[in-house]
């Protein structure tokens, strides 16, 4: 009797969560399915992918947070491999997107078996990847103040406490300058490959990662009537209808600001910079996912949120140095 094929798998046994250990006995479970590759250091997930990649592996797998997928996306960019998600993180923005079960891995690997590719966009920020969306300014900044412990404790709330801590510094100012011309002026960024921000949020509502474009939100005040109008906007259907920002679909663009600035891309922060140029790469990223995602309302997305610690996430990626 022929033995099923089995697929790459990528994980961080490091990583600590109260269910890390339900996800291990999944894996056990699993174990005549999967060839299992731990991680020990940041940058090894990318590595592990971009071998199995060039060695002709048709699936690899990532398991875990949206960071262990952002380095698996990064090693398959530009090739041909298929990214399967098994998603056990805080967020796990990206298998919420693209319709993957995110609170059952018996159903996430369900969708891996069964087969049905969908091929999105791959954009990239001063050449770091990203899949969902990227931010440079406010919410980067908010990313690099939330620590590993305070995620631990307090779930996604942990980003609410660090908003809350950056809120009264004072912002940049950048100049946007897109692939067509336009240009604009504010003090923070978000640009979206995907519908979806910091869970279920529907910040980008015309967003299409089929169509090789950005939908980019440029906020034009920062404190607290920054928070206020994202509110207001996902309450009324849209943060694009708040007169504090402005709102475009571009093939590409640049962001230029004052000072250097926080960076991040698929809720990982890559770093700062004075210039940030977004483009699109030139392959496009196969992922197995359903043929098409379940509809989420602004009130499914807060009870998500605040559903916090009652139904936590099985595994998380420690951020490490």
Same mark, same amino acid.
């Given at each position: 009797?022929?033995?099923?094929?089995?697929?790459?798998?990528?994980?961080?046994?490091?990583?600590?969560?109260?269910?890390g250990?339900?996800?291990?006995?999944?894996?056990?479970?699993?174990?005549?399915?999967?060839?299992?590759?731990?991680?020990?250091?940041?940058?090894?997930?990318?590595?592990?992918?971009?071998?199995?990649?060039?060695?002709?592996?048709?699936?690899?797998?990532?398991?875990?947070?949206?960071?262990?997928l952002?380095?698996?996306?990064?090693?398959?960019?530009?090739?041909?491999?298929?990214?399967?998600?098994?998603?056990?993180g805080?967020?796990?923005?990206?298998?919420?997107?693209?319709?993957?079960?995110?609170?059952?891995?018996?159903?996430?690997?369900?969708?891996?078996?069964s087969?049905?590719v969908?091929e999105?966009?791959?954009?990239e920020?001063?050449?770091?990847?990203?899949?969902?969306?990227?931010?440079?300014?406010?919410?980067?900044?908010?990313?690099?103040? %939330? &620590?590993?412990?305070?995620?631990?404790?307090?779930?996604?709330? @942990?980003?609410?406490?660090?908003? +809350?801590? !950056?809120? =009264? $510094?004072?912002?940049?100012?950048?100049?946007?300058?897109?692939?067509?011309?336009?240009?604009?002026?504010?003090?923070?960024?978000?640009?979206?490959?995907?519908?979806?921000?910091?869970?279920?949020?529907?910040?980008?509502?015309?967003?299409?990662?089929?169509?090789?474009?950005?939908?980019?939100?440029?906020?034009?005040?920062?404190?607290?009537?920054?928070?206020?109008?994202?509110?207001?906007?996902?309450?009324?259907?849209?943060?694009?209808?708040?007169?504090? %920002? &402005?709102?475009?679909?571009?093939?590409?663009?640049t962001?230029? @600001?004052?000072r250097?600035?926080? +960076?991040? !891309?698929? =809720? $990982?922060?890559?770093?700062?910079?004075?210039?940030?140029?977004?483009?699109?790469?030139?392959?496009?990223?196969?992922?197995?996912a359903?043929?098409?995602?379940?509809?989420?309302?602004?009130?499914?997305?807060l009870k998500?949120?605040?559903?916090?610690?009652?139904?936590?996430?099985?595994?998380?990626?420690?951020?490490?140095?």
């Open positions: 009797m022929e033995m099923p094929r089995r697929y790459p798998l990528i994980f961080n046994p490091k990583a600590r969560s109260q269910k250990g339900k996800v291990l006995r999944f894996l056990m479970k699993h174990a005549n399915r999967f060839a299992l590759y731990a991680t020990d250091h940041a940058g090894e997930a990318q590595e592990l992918a971009a071998r199995f990649a060039a060695r002709g592996e048709p699936v690899v797998i990532a398991a875990g947070g949206d960071g262990t952002n380095e698996v996306v990064r090693g398959l960019a530009g090739t041909s491999t298929i990214l399967g998600v098994l998603p056990a805080t967020m796990n923005v990206f298998a919420r997107e693209m319709g993957i079960p995110f609170d059952s891995l018996e159903r996430a690997f369900a969708v891996i078996e087969g049905c969908c999105i966009d791959l954009f920020a001063n050449g770091s990847p990203f899949v969902q969306m990227a931010g440079v300014g406010f919410d980067a900044r908010v990313i690099e103040e %939330t &620590s590993w412990e305070s995620k631990k404790m307090l779930g996604p709330l @942990a980003y609410l406490v660090a908003a +809350v801590k !950056v809120l =009264g $510094e004072k912002p940049p100012l950048m100049e946007i300058v897109c692939a067509d011309g336009r240009r604009e002026q504010g003090v923070a960024v978000l640009a979206g490959n995907g519908s979806l921000y910091g869970g279920q949020f529907r910040f980008f509502r015309m967003a299409d990662n089929r169509d090789s474009k950005l939908d980019v939100l440029v906020y034009k005040e920062a404190g607290y009537k920054l928070v206020l109008d994202s509110l207001r906007g996902l309450a009324l259907g849209g943060i694009d209808l708040m007169e504090s %920002t &402005s709102s475009f679909q571009t093939a590409g663009f962001v230029r @600001a004052d250097e600035v926080p +960076v991040e !891309v698929d =809720g $990982e922060w890559i770093g700062r910079f004075s210039e940030v140029c977004f483009k699109e790469t030139p392959g496009r990223l196969r992922v197995l359903p043929e098409q995602a379940p509809a989420v309302t602004f009130a499914e997305a998500t949120w605040f559903q916090w610690p009652r139904r936590q996430p099985e595994l998380e990626t420690a951020r490490r140095p």
